[in-house]
């Protein structure tokens, strides 16, 4: 399985490199790479996103996931999650065995996926097609 979760804030889109735990969960690492939304950027930065891989991280204590000071609040200045999200939207592609998913935050909750915008894809669809579902949604 592979993941890119795609920010979108502040009329750029930040991809971090997603991480896997020594428990199985993915969390955002630096690189973050940013882009400009317009489908070359974007596709451009999901590829390097997709080369980096899921670098193996080990698995964070309750304590130290709370004392993280994750690289996105960085790069974006937000002080917490609550205040990034105040106006963050983001996107999720995961290719599955048979399919590519593209999940959307729900409007609420900007850690909820929205399932009545959630978007299958077959295996063989270009990241082009992906990121023009993603563009449609913003503008």
């Known amino acids: 399985m592979r993941i890119v979760v ?19 969960y993915f969390m955002g690492i630096e690189p973050i790479h940013i882009a400009n939304l317009a489908k070359e950027d974007m596709i451009t930065a999901i590829e ?25 609040l960085a790069i974006t200045k937000s002080k917490t ?29 900007k850690f909820q996926h929205d399932l009545n915008r959630q978007h299958i894809f077959p295996l063989e669809t270009p990241l082009d097609m992906i990121v023009e579902s993603i563009l449609k949604t913003l503008f």
């Open 81 to 109: 999650w609550k205040d990034f999200e105040r106006d963050a939207i983001a996107f999720t592609i995961t290719w599955t065995e048979n399919e590519i998913v593209l999940n959307i935050t729900d409007k609420s909750s």
């Open 48 to 72: 390097k996103v997709l080369a980096t891989g899921h670098p193996r991280v080990p698995t964070l204590t309750r304590e130290e996931f709370r004392h993280r000071k994750d690289p996105l």
């Open 6 to 24: 795609i920010w979108v804030k502040q009329g750029k889109a930040y991809l971090p490199t997603q991480a896997q735990t020594e428990a199985g």
